[in-house]
């Protein structure tokens, strides 16, 4: 037998015991093979039907009277109660809203804020180097707003510089490039132990991997939920904040949505007990709801099942891409190690184009084009790197398969001189 169907063969053995399998027709899909699920992830099949709901009947025959009777209102910490399982908190500490950016700036100054109590004089954010550029960003304008000192360097790095100087750390439980998963549990104990609040962003573990946040005791996080959560374009973000310090937080965006009455219309601001503190403005309610039906898809799935099944599609794409690349044509920048690994491969394929010529630009982007030509959709990162996600709820052992097939059939055909 070829090393082809060998692959297939197991593929197909792999897809039959897949507890998993059945999940996929919760999902709108075409024989695309789509590894792109880790920047937008695809459309539940309940999403049309309640958007066409919520925009027929509930605003245009219900009108206003949908803000209490079609719960409205209290969507932003329902759906939070509703993603709250998936990354290992209980009821009332997670409101969604805003977008991944906006929370990052509400958690971050908030946590400077939590630092400060009692009049200690921390004056540093330490953040991810690596991180998603928004996060740094917020994280820069974070700190001249609470005349702290940004300090970027690799999570490797943290806790070297983490002192009683420090007031709050951003990190990513997964690098959003290398699909690298950081140690959550021991980072956020370091980072305790210097007597500092611990943010984490989890746009790209949440609904990939078990997070654990009120098992590990982390302060505050935020995530996308347009991502593994399959919540849509721009869908809305989250915010969590741990349960023993939420009468403490105090957000710098304290809209009227976060107030403890908000339709007291008073002038000064009081705010709300619970998770409603991460509220800021009137929710937007079509993308939100979209989630909540997009969210469905979670019923009787076990986070740990996802996790189960994402490291063995990783694991056998990676030994399909050792068997059908030509060796030394690309190279993985995503650990090994399982502890280390989240649910995509990013793989450097870095020979140049026009080589020759001063200025050549890397293949990779040239291979990712024809790679989507023939119906498998990853993306591709400047400037070298081909990304690769993988949704255990919708991606099989066969699509892997057939993914390193054609990666491996482009780089051996006329792409194979470079
Ligand atoms: C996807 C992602 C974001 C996206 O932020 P938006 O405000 O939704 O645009 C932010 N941070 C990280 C780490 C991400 O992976």
Redesign the pocket.
Known sequence: MSETTELAFKAQELDAGDELAGVRSRFVLDDVVYLDGN?LGALPAAVPGRVDDVVRRQWGELRIRSWDESGWWTAPERIGDRIAPLVGAAAGQIVAGD??????FKALVGAVRLARLGGSVRDEIVVDAT??P??GYMAESAARMTGCTLRPVTPAQVPGVLGDRTAAVLL?HVD?RTGRLHDLPGLTAAVHAAGAIAVW?L??SAGALPVGLDEHGVDLA?G?T??YLNGGP?SP?YLYVRREIQHRFDSPLPGWNSHAEPFGMRPDYEPASGALRGRVGTPDILSMLALEAALEVWDGVSIDAVRVKSLALTDFFLECVAEYVPPGRVETLTPVAHEERGSQVALRCSPTLGSARAGGTPIAGEVMKRLIERGVVGDFRRPDVLRFGFTPLYVGFADVERAAGVLGETLRGDLAGY
């Not at 977008?99 to 990052?104: D, I, L, P």
């Open positions: 920047s977008s991944t950016s906006v929370n990052v991180t998603f928004t996060d990513n959003y962003d746009c790209h935020v996308c347009y991502k721009g973000a």
